[in-house]
């Protein structure tokens, strides 16, 4: 008989998703390249203060008469113990981090599910929510290149996929063998340490938690469900030690100043506060939330779609349930996240609120995967004839454009931050130069603030002069703006 031979049928889909993650890739790179610019500005220089003594009462000091938050105040000094340039180091660490965490908990839901994705399309969603998260962060200046609010509030977020990751895996783990204790006090341990980074992340890590417990109480089947149950609770119990120890914190009597509001008026603000921004995040980003949703939307619609298996009347049914809750869910989590800013009489600022904004992002990828899903299992002989299938993969290599269009924007701002780090550079070895000298009262040239962060002022008196004077040795430091 002749030998027959086929052709590989090339897969388009794959290379759009090798596209999509390339794209969202190269701006995560730019967004790393401009970390290393990063130098130390106002809080930054206050905890050399505290560094100088020793560990754990320098530690206690700062939870009793400074911050509540202690997970943050370990990182910062670790940080600085490795050097002062660590901070160039920290952003690119922080976000590789957070990319590896993330795809490492999908891997590991996909599992728990008994699901199989392609790790192509695991990459194509972890960079996307990555990429989507940084792109609509209310400050991600603050967020990425100030320590002081990466170790706040950035970190807590890089740190809590891999205890997402962890309990899943050690629910896997536990089908085949026994838990000892240490596993429940280790979870326990770092759920703690997790929530001591900041309070609106730890209130969105004890909703998530208690989310889950209420799930898998409701859902999973014996004797499994045991077994998770416990991992959650545990972890939740951390948590809210964490949380309880902030709460508990005799430094917030100095923070608060006046009293916070009543119950039903802290409730009513934080609940119209997300709302509020929900609706600003969606009229002044309106191009990066559509691409949130109809990126993922195209990937779960090739993915679901024919000639793959139709999924059955029960799947629909919980991604119509999951579609509607879904929005609720990701609401909620943002006002979660609100409420110690609003306890504290105020709109969250910028990095505080970067929770809330991760918060809505992955809720809106969500919605887009479920509307893919479930536009998917329209077999007509319409979408046959029509291709659908073959578009959605097409128009997923255009949106693919995207993320290069935000790394070309942030490739722009890379000759300012330069200056600004050669002029920090230059500033510091004038610092160190009059040091030298026998000099302990500086005057030196001043820089402007950078995206609210505040600089060295010309009043000696000023709180980061007081820190900078201390973090350089000298009794007085003044900033004089360069004529």
């Not at 917030?252 to 600003?280: A, D, K």
């Amino acid at each position: 008989m002749p030998k027959t031979t086929s052709k590989p049928t090339f897969n388009f889909f794959s290379l759009a998703l090798w596209l999509t993650s390339a794209s969202s890739a190269s701006v995560l790179a730019v967004y790393a390249y401009l970390g290393s610019f990063s130098r130390h500005l106002a809080d930054d220089y206050c905890v050399v203060d505290f560094m100088r003594t020793n560990f754990f009462s320098a530690l206690w000091d700062n939870y009793t008469h400074v911050s509540d938050r202690f997970s943050n105040f370990m990182l910062i000094t670790w940080s600085e113990m490795l050097g002062a340039g660590s901070v160039t180091v920290l952003p690119v660490f922080m976000l590789v981090l957070w990319v590896i965490g993330i795809g490492w908990m999908l891997y590991e839901a996909v599992k728990f599910s008994r699901q199989t994705w392609d790790i192509s399309i695991i990459g194509s969603l972890t960079l996307l929510l990555v990429f989507f998260a940084l792109l609509q962060a209310p400050n991600r200046f603050q967020i990425l290149y100030w320590r002081s609010a990466l170790a706040t509030h950035f970190a807590p977020l890089v740190f809590m996929p891999y205890l997402a990751g962890s309990i899943l895996r050690t629910h896997a783990a536990a089908e085949q063998a026994r838990l000892g204790g240490w596993v429940y006090a280790l979870l326990f341990f770092a759920s703690f340490m997790l929530s001591g980074f900041s309070e609106p992340t730890a209130l969105v890590m004890v909703s998530l938690l208690a989310l889950a417990i209420l799930c898998a109480w409701l859902w999973m089947k014996r004797p499994t469900r045991g077994t998770l149950l416990g991992l959650l609770a545990w972890s939740l119990a951390g948590a809210a030690l964490g949380l309880a120890v902030m709460a508990f914190s005799p430094a917030n009597s100095f923070r608060l100043g006046t009293p916070p509001p009543t119950f039903p008026v802290l409730i009513s603000r934080s609940f119209r506060y997300g709302i509020q921004f929900m609706l600003n995040s969606f009229n002044t980003l309106p191009l990066p939330t559509f691409f949130t949703v109809f990126m993922p939307f195209l990937i779960f619609y090739n993915m679901r779609a024919a000639p793959q298996p139709a999924q059955s009347a029960a799947q629909r049914k919980q991604n119509f349930i999951l579609l509607a809750a879904i929005p609720v869910l990701s609401y909620l989590l943002i006002v979660a996240s609100f409420l110690p800013s609003v306890y504290g009489q105020s709109f969250p600022v910028e990095r505080a609120r970067f929770a809330g904004q991760v918060s809505l992002v992955a809720g809106l990828m969500m919605e887009g995967a479920l509307l893919g899903s479930l536009l998917s299992q329209w077999r007509t002989r319409l979408s046959q004839t029509l291709q659908f299938k073959l578009i959605s993969t097409i128009a997923l290599a255009v949106a693919a454009l995207y993320p290069l269009r935000a790394a070309v924007i942030a490739l722009a701002d890379v000759p300012a931050y330069r200056a600004r780090a050669e002029s920090w550079d230059k500033r510091e070895e004038q610092i160190y130069t009059l040091r030298e000298e026998g000099q302990s009262d500086l005057m030196i040239f001043q820089l402007n603030g950078v995206e609210g962060v505040k600089e060295m002022d010309v009043n000696a008196n000023h709180w980061v002069n007081r820190c900078a004077a201390k973090y350089y040795e000298v009794d007085s430091i003044r900033a004089i703006p360069r004529k």
